[in-house]
């Protein structure tokens, strides 16, 4: 019978390895796992009490969480849905350490524990609060690409629908139709000479959120400018002189104040169906 026991769990220890390697959460996942599993045949077995187990499977929800963050908060390219993912398990990483202090500090007021202990609680929360920041300035940048893309987006479907239409939507230029990486370095350095500062580029080329809209921005760079702030109107004037393609958008859907850019190079394509 104890044999029967122990080879179950290494069944589920093997399970639990074989979603680790499809998932890619980590080693600190595959231990907690592996720990949960060596827990609960003790728990099981009366050696040890349950409380333990509950630890363990805090531990592990907290080692996914981190996996999550390290994915996107660290990652290259995201879409809305893991920016919105990434902040409810930065939030909850805050969530636990926050109950962990709290239950440190109450161990100090009953005078149970020392008032030093509670340092390390108090730098795990400051830590996981910053985690909390970063991951809310990635999810900002990453909505306000996606505006962005959905200006584009609306103004393709206006133009499939009515070709030669779209003016209320963006202003576009044709130019002379070619836009290069060498065309892009150029228009990179004028604006720096000019302005003394790097042209705020918010999506270079292909993006997670363009391939979710299933739009090609291959070869095309988003600007975060507003077509009538000063930066805006010398990129267009420029843009306009040297006849290079662009489309000015002042807001994604009309009457709200968010995606406005500069798009530089010809209008994204559709992706075909399937591919
Ligand atoms: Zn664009």
Not at 87 to 104: G, V
Not at 140 to 163: F, Q, S, W, Y
Not at 194 to 199: A, C, E, N, R, Y
């Amino acid at each position: 019978m104890k044999d029967m026991r122990y080879f179950s769990g290494l069944i589920l220890l093997v399970c639990a390895h074989a979603v680790c390697a499809q998932t890619g959460d980590g080693p600190e996942v595959a231990q907690a796992q592996a720990d949960i599993q060596k827990l609960r045949a003790l728990v099981e077995a009366g050696a040890l009490p349950r409380v333990r187990l509950e630890k363990a499977e805090d531990a592990l929800a907290d080692a996914r969480d981190a996996a999550i963050l390290r994915k996107t908060v660290y990652g290259q390219d995201l879409t809305v849905e893991q920016a919105d993912e990434m902040i409810a398990a930065a939030d909850r990483r805050f969530e636990r350490r926050k109950k962990a202090f709290d239950e440190a500090r109450k161990l100090v007021e009953a005078g149970v524990a020392a008032k030093l202990s509670l340092g390390g609680f108090l730098q795990d929360l400051d830590r996981a609060r910053q985690e909390c920041d970063l991951a809310e300035s990635r999810a900002r940048v990453t909505r306000e690409v996606a505006e962005m893309a959905r200006a584009e987006d609306a103004l393709d479907r206006k133009l499939a629908l009515a070709p030669g239409e779209g003016a209320a939507l963006a202003e576009r230029f044709d130019g002379d139709g070619v836009f290069t990486p060498g065309t892009f370095s150029r228009v990179e350095t004028a604006f720096e000479a000019h302005f003394g500062k790097p042209l705020p580029v918010s999506a270079m080329g292909e993006t997670a959120v363009h391939r979710a809209l299933g739009f090609d921005h291959r070869g095309r760079v988003d600007v975060a400018l507003h077509p009538d702030q000063p930066e805006g109107v010398w990129l267009r004037q420029y843009l306009t002189e040297k006849r290079i393609p662009f489309f000015a958008f002042r807001q994604a859907v009309p009457g709200k104040a968010t995606g406005a850019h500069i798009h530089l190079g010809p209008m994204s394509t559709r992706m075909a169906l399937g591919g």
